[in-house]
DNA sequence: ATATCGATTATCT
DNA sequence: GATAATCGATATG
């Protein structure tokens, strides 16, 4: 088997509380088959949303025709278009019947970075492009053709899924958490996890962050 | 470096 | 009718 392998993630690994899922997924790679090309990049930060308790979170109110993926069975794309303009990934958590999900925010390119540029409408030109890539929740959609039509309750758990998330074996050292970005209900409850120091994480830097050893 | 603003539409009040 | 888990552009220090 060769070392660069990326095995999928087995749904019990989803169906626990959003915090957990979310360190889990740190240094995993999120899988894109598109136009005949893979397309691969490691996840670098995340927003654990918790369900019918969390003012934040979409599925805040009860369960609507446009959050009934993360009331479903764990390990599914629950995907909403936001502001106009933008699509954002995030998976489901919990046992079937209870709402929760990781919210995507930011990856780091590994394979495939070309067709990304290509899917984003923009030319690499310096190490700055490379980061605007894939750097925010609406920016790692677009890099990855992630549409709400296309995707919305795709399998991420299977390697026969055309988005799935698998483990190729890295493994990060630190993580760092900080209040979530971009809400203003619950907003200062500590639910964002990146990897402290990686260029690909979105937002300001040095955004005040309390390191923890993994 | 931070601040502010316009774009543009699904969803809910 | 208001709001929103954002982005890119522009303005200002």
Redesign the pocket.
Known sequence: MPVSAIQPLPREFFARKPQRVSRDLLGKVLVRKLNGQRLTARIVEV?A?LGEADP???AA?GR????SVLFGPPGHAYIY??????Y?L?VSCEPEGRAG?V?FRALEPLSGIEEMAKARGVELHSAKDLV?LTS????LCAAFCITRDADNNADLTSSKSTLWIGDDGFRSGKIAISPR????KAAEHPLRYFLPGNPFV?G??FRAALDKQV
Do not use: D, M, Q, V
């Open positions: 927003e949303y934040a979170a979409h109110a609507t025709p446009r959050n278009f936001i502001y106009g303009n933008h954002c995030n999900g919210l605007r925010g929740p609406g920016r970005i971009g809400i203003t979105s300001p830097k």
